[in-house]
């Protein structure tokens, strides 16, 4: 893909200084970007890198003022952040996920419907009873079970599996390895010390606008439904267990698990690696912070956890920092012991 | 799938009370359902919720007395939870597991074998001289590499891969996205600082019975094998190194690891995020709580182990109780040390 | 695959004790090994198993003296460990990754080049204007996206996806289940609450003789390169984040998570389940041990690190060894305040 400086400037309703007739063939940092990259100034700290920069053109605000020459072309906008993000979610739908057709061997089965404007990729399977939106756009080698349901605009990448009868919302992003409707750890205890296992036939229902990792795994419900609310972003290599419910615009970073049946609030931030138990509770707006595990449901909303046993953060920093010192505390604890026992023996 | 009431009374051997023709197309919890829905009674605790569900019919004990008027029908029985069970377990193979021959294109190669009543699916990949059992069931997009050896009514799901030349036993239940047989982490420092791979020419043994969870990984054996016993059940996101044995009937919670060459009893649980040191082995019965880590061999049976590094679970809680409370102890010793002072000072 | 100790022994320039007919068609330990299997003595400790071992023949010194009689045949090599390390190599190769040719179906986009002696595994999918090697060995249900580019000798086993620009060096090693260039976790809080997705345009880079574990995920930058460089080593379900920058010869261990751009030195080691914060650097040489949580940038080489927080491994022993003890810490305390006040009374 390749634009000239002016075709950009034209969409983005910018205004050219320089050499309109330059080729852009990416888009790069204004500190790292070489000949042939298009970049852009938004925050006046890295100013002095337009005096240096190596890109071809930078994308700049009509009102910035030139303290120094400036050898790539500038193309004028309003708000230069904001057409720069436009750039790149057009670059990323040109070069990504913009494919659209079926490539052969893909598989359907009956009774499924799939809308118009949508990429169905080689060797992908879609099973039997499936009812799938339009503009869906599904990777090679990704898997559909039997009656799922998928909304309009989602994007399914190469080698996802979808477990039958999981409900996916419109625009929703399923990256590479996600299994969704996977069954849950259920195993009941026998009076032979083995397990009898317990069979997992409830769904996964994700809202609109999830957005699920790669790796991460959401296991199916018992029975009804372990549930991802509208706009919740789940990052790699999650686990989330079933019955769970994760809320509204809630975030959880990579590498964390959530145990069975517990509920997750709106707006809440599950760091990296943290652990959560079942059967439990989150407030809205809870924080945990990286490594921690929640041992407790919570009811107190924008809350702070921090530490396994997680408890609030300003608490844990504290214990924290007398903890590398225990050595120490413990000598003094010994020196008192000493001056008190001296006496005695005078 | 839709049943009469009276359809399913019929074979669970029970008596309907009510109206026998309603229709059942689901199952449900009995504070959840709706009608259409099928659910059960078992615990005196739920009883309330039989005088309000909305379910079309109610499964019950043969001597469940009514307090209220109830206007689901009922279906007596000796053991309701037993009853549905085994209802939980017809739906899951009629609607999941129950598919049976061959999806082209299906691969497999030169010398494989395979019994009756398999289902193969679209794009499942099985390599050479595999000897495969009877009702086994293998979903899209498996692999199933060379020379591998597969018992009676194993499921591999959808996108499910198996390094060659790994032994599965009978009724395993492998999820997708589980990795089974790649190559034990193991690499011989060089004197320029740089690592030489150690070839892994070991395998894989799963007994049987053995349930692996979604995206877990069992690395094959650098000689010889990495062992699962019978009945052993791995969760989601689990990792198993090279040259481990898991003992029987033990469960390994999500996203839990286990390093090389270690030895796991039969019977343990290990519980979620928690992690294992290499070459130590863990006696009979071990629990372990979430997120522990443990570096040491254990001896005595039934010992439950917490923190990392873990030790036994009653002091680890003692210790945890006192660690929020640091701040405070490392005051009171600083008034301690005052009031020695204060004394000398006068 | 079967060879008499005659052959084998004539491959290693080495020479026959005993019955050079036998006919051995596996390696093993020389502890575990039985009829039909080589092993190899190289370390004194093993000798007494020489005497014993059900071994068809044993790799041994040429000054190797018997102390007992011997039933294994023997084959004498300068070097047995090095001389068993090939056979090792040679072994692996023959079994698992020697395949040639092309498997129908597999998929080649339009304008994708592979070079001379590869393997295209059934159902593998390779995308449009690729760059890829000679010698490469992609295993079935493989995905590789448009324009990647990957360099000879690289083994790609089944199932692995690689999105679309990412870069892959010369006698890498990709297993399965491994996902590289799915989108950084990049999300723009709205005032709303709500999070808008920053696209994430930038690729992967793994320089020549990387290997990545199963099921481990290494994200796309945001802008620019995420970078894995020269003979780094990654374990099965490792977490690299977008723009991280891992350096050469580094070893990072099972479930590991590298928050976005943060850069590891060279010759790193990171064990298992640890987790590293986001836009800090560690010097090279580092050591963290397992579980552990880096949250600060180091500047040191060679320090050890441990805890969640991490400080430097002796302190952290040392805290450790007194946290087991906070118990009695907090009971000496008090009994020195009883102490004090007991006086004040009398």
Do not use: W
Not at 268 to 275: D, H, I, K, P, S
């Amino acid at each position: 893909m390749e634009f000239t400086v002016g075709q950009i400037a034209e969409v983005l309703h910018g205004e050219v200084e320089g050499d309109a007739s330059q080729r852009i063939d990416r888009l790069a940092k204004i500190e790292e970007a070489q000949a042939g990259a298009l970049s852009f100034l938004a925050n006046a700290k890295y100013e002095p890198h337009l005096y240096t920069t190596g890109a071809s053109a930078v994308i700049v605000s009509r009102t910035q003022v030139l303290h120094k020459p400036v050898t790539a072309a500038l193309i004028r906008v309003d708000d230069p952040y904001t057409s720069f993000s436009a750039l790149l979610e057009f670059y990323q739908q040109a070069t990504r996920t913009g494919r659209r057709g079926v490539e052969e061997p893909a598989f359907m089965g009956a009774g499924s419907e799939i809308g118009d404007n949508h990429y169905r990729g080689a060797f992908s399977y879609i099973g039997e009873n499936c009812r799938i939106g339009r503009d869906v756009v599904i990777f090679p080698q990704a898997y559909i079970g039997d009656r799922c349901v998928i909304g309009d605009g989602t994007i399914i990448y190469a080698g996802a599996k979808i477990y039958a009868e999981t409900v996916i919302g419109a625009r929703c992003t399923i990256h590479s390895g996600v299994i969704i409707g996977a069954d849950g750890f259920g195993f009941a205890p026998q009076p032979d010390g083995s397990y009898r296992t317990i069979p997992q036939i409830g769904n996964v229902v994700l809202e609109d606008n999830v957005s699920v990792g790669a790796n991460a795994t959401i296991d199916c419900a018992t029975l009804g439904s372990t549930l991802i609310r509208e706009g919740a972003k789940i990052d790699n290599l999650v686990q989330i267990a079933h019955n769970v419910e994760i809320g509204r615009h809630t975030v959880v970073a990579a590498q964390t698990g959530i145990s069975g049946s517990t509920k997750i609030g709106d707006f809440c931030v599950l760091a990296g690696q943290t652990g959560i138990a079942g059967h439990i509770s989150l407030a809205n707006r809870t924080t945990v912070t990286a490594q921690s595990g929640v041992g407790k449901s919570t009811k107190t909303e924008g809350i702070l956890l921090q530490g396994s046993p997680a408890f609030n953060l300003r608490d844990s920093l504290r214990a924290n920092a007398i903890f590398r010192h225990l050595p120490e505390i413990e000598r003094r604890l010994s020196d008192l012991e000493n001056t008190k026992q001296t006496p005695e023996k005078s």
